[in-house]
């Protein structure tokens, strides 16, 4: 880090000034990077996510697929955002996750007057040592929840892009990394549209999956109330896997093989998606990558090392749909970005693969 002192000409005082373009690099102000991490199996990656998925399931009842889900985001290293109605266990099922991982979790209400400070820290004067000391904000755990991001200003909403894009923290001209895993999980009421600010389309496409949580069916409501009836169950969770496990899962999935056949299914659905009459924007180069690298973390999910169309079709639903901006015409058919996906993935052909894909 490069600094200067300056000295106040009336109170004598010297104020440590740093240089706007330096990147900081004291260990106190930078957070350590996980080194060292190797890839597991795909049937370890399996048999972790089993382990996480039962223990969430202790708190959150009835949503395996939605757990499941969130899963792949996070070993995707990307981040979900989970769009339902209030009180549908959204909130409930980041703390699941975080208390289930271990690692550090933080939540943040978002409001129309929380600043960007609030949420990725400020540098404050300690008048002891006459220096400016920076104190990490929220964005600094390693699972942190957004709740009714779309109540957050465009202004502090766009302090979460940087930390989601590019895993790092710009704060008075200093750079801080953020640990691995970083995952953030955003929520949002799409009923309720009073005072809030609609997340722009650069920000959808950050989140790599986007899910809704829906209403229990009568007998999982059954099981809620007789599981709470004596307190809650997140009181009681506790760490079933490590943070080391988590990242070595995100290497993993990275390995996960992808045919060419495969790759060329997922190139013809987003070209697709660029072509269809209903939709004035379709997917983007980054679209491709998100379907690609969410089908590479489903199959890994589910104990394979190789991508099948199969797995493309099934989390297609889940990665494109926020990314498509849909007519206006065709919104006036009711016609969403849902049904075009659906569609899209019924008319394009899916490959025949191989036999030896070893």
Request: aromatic share 6%; with cysteine.
């Amino acid at each position: 880090m490069i600094s200067e002192y300056v000295e106040c000409p009336h109170c004598s005082s010297t104020t440590q000034l740093f240089d706007p373009n330096a990147v900081a690099e004291e260990p106190s102000a930078r957070s350590p990077q996980f080194t060292g991490a190797a890839a597991v199996a795909p049937s370890e990656v399996y048999g972790i996510s089993e382990r996480i998925i039962d223990n969430v399931e202790k708190v959150v009842v009835g949503k395996r697929n939605q757990i499941m889900l969130t899963l792949v985001a996070m070993f995707s290293e990307g981040h979900a955002l989970l769009e339902d109605v209030p009180g549908v266990a959204k909130t409930m099922l980041a703390r699941a996750l975080a208390e289930t991982v271990g690692g550090k979790f933080k939540r943040v209400q978002c409001t129309p007057d929380l600043l960007p400070g609030d949420i990725t820290g400020a540098s404050i004067f300690n008048p002891k040592t006459t220096e400016f000391e920076f104190r990490k904000g929220p964005l600094f755990a390693q699972f942190v929840l957004a709740d009714e991001i779309n109540r957050a200003t465009p202004r502090t909403q766009s302090a979460l892009l940087e930390a989601m894009a590019e895993r790092q923290v710009s704060v008075d001209g200093s750079v801080y990394k953020l640990d691995r895993p970083f995952f953030i999980i955003a929520t949002q009421n799409p009923v309720d549209h009073e005072g809030t600010f609609p997340l722009p389309e650069a920000q959808l496409d950050r989140f790599i999956i986007r899910l809704s949580l829906g209403y229990p069916t009568p007998e999982e409501e059954s099981a809620m109330i007789e599981r709470l009836q004596l307190g809650h169950p997140i009181d009681a969770l506790s760490p079933v896997v490590t943070v080391d496990e988590i990242v070595k899962c995100q290497e993993s999935v990275r390995q996960v093989k992808i045919h060419e056949r495969v790759r060329d299914y997922v190139v013809q659905i987003i070209g697709q998606t660029r072509e269809h009459e209903s939709i004035v924007l379709g997917g983007s180069p980054r679209a491709t990558l998100a379907l690609t690298r969410a089908a590479q973390a489903y199959a890994a999910v589910n104990g394979a090392n190789h991508v099948m169309p199969e797995d493309v079709k099934q989390i297609a639903t889940a990665v494109l749909p926020h990314r498509l901006i849909v007519r206006p015409e065709s919104r006036l058919r009711k016609v969403t970005s849902e049904d075009v996906v659906s569609e899209i993935l019924r008319s394009v052909k899916v490959p025949v693969m191989p036999d030896n894909l070893g």
